[in-house]
C-alpha cells in the first residue's frame, strides 16, 4: 500500500465536513432557529470546531461574523496540504506555497464578496431604491461601518457622499482583487523554488 494514500483520504475526509460546515452555514441563513433532529446533529458537529474562530473579533463586520470563513479556509489549506503530499512532495517549500495560495485565494474571496454587495447596493442607488427598505437598509448597516474605517485610514479628516465612498470601495475591491490575482503566481512560484 501506497503510505501517502493516507493523506489522499484525509483530504477527501476534510472536503466531506467542508461540506457539512457548508451546510450548516448555510441552514444558519434561513433558519437559524430550526428545530429538526437533522439540523441539531448537524450542529453537534460542526459548531465546536466553528466555535473554535468564533472569538476573532475583527472578523465581524456590522451584523456579519466572518469567523467561520477562517476556519473553512483553514480546513481548505489541511485538504489541499494533504492532496499535495498524497502526490509525494512533501517539502517546506511546497508547505509554504500551499499557504501563501491559500491566504490569497481566502482574501481575494472574501473581497470579491464585498465587491459583489457594493454592487447590489449601487445598483440599488441607480434605481433609487429607498435605504428604509429592509434589503438596502441590512446592506448599508454591514457596507458603512467598512466603508467609513477603510476611508478614514485612506482620506484622513475628509468625508465622502455615501454614492462616492461606495463607487470608490467597489472599485477599489477590484483592483485589490486583480492585484491579488496577478501576484499570486509569481510569489507562490518564488516559495516552491526554495531548495527545502
Not at 68 to 94: D, E, R
Not at 171 to 179: D, H, K, N, P, R
Request: proline share 5%; charged share 10%; net charge positive.
Amino acid at each position: 500500500m501506497n503510505p501517502y494514500r493516507v493523506f489522499e483520504f484525509a483530504s477527501y475526509l476534510i472536503d466531506f465536513y467542508l461540506l457539512i460546515i457548508s451546510l450548516r452555514i448555510i441552514l444558519s441563513w434561513f433558519a437559524g432557529d430550526l428545530q429538526m433532529p437533522g439540523v441539531d446533529l448537524l450542529r453537534r458537529v460542526t459548531d465546536p470546531y466553528l466555535n473554535l474562530f468564533r472569538g476573532a473579533g475583527f472578523l465581524r463586520v456590522g451584523f456579519i461574523d466572518f469567523s467561520p470563513l477562517l476556519g473553512i479556509f483553514f480546513l481548505i489549506f489541511v485538504s489541499n496540504l494533504f492532496k499535495t503530499y498524497a502526490s509525494g512532495l512533501i517539502a517546506v517549500s511546497v508547505t509554504l506555497a500551499v499557504l501563501v495560495q491559500t491566504v490569497f485565494y481566502g482574501v481575494s474571496s472574501i473581497i470579491t464578496l464585498f465587491a459583489i454587495i457594493a454592487l447590489i447596493r449601487v445598483v440599488g442607488l441607480f434605481i433609487h431604491a429607498s435605504s428604509v427598505d429592509t434589503l438596502w437598509y441590512r446592506l448599508d448597516s454591514f457596507l458603512q461601518p467598512l466603508i467609513s474605517r477603510i476611508f478614514a485610514k485612506l482620506l484622513p479628516g475628509r468625508s465622502l457622499p455615501w454614492g462616492t465612498a461606495l463607487g470608490l470601495f467597489l472599485a477599489l475591491c477590484f483592483v485589490v482583487s486583480i492585484l491579488l490575482r496577478v501576484a499570486a503566481g509569481p510569489i507562490i512560484g518564488l516559495i516552491q523554488r526554495i531548495p527545502f
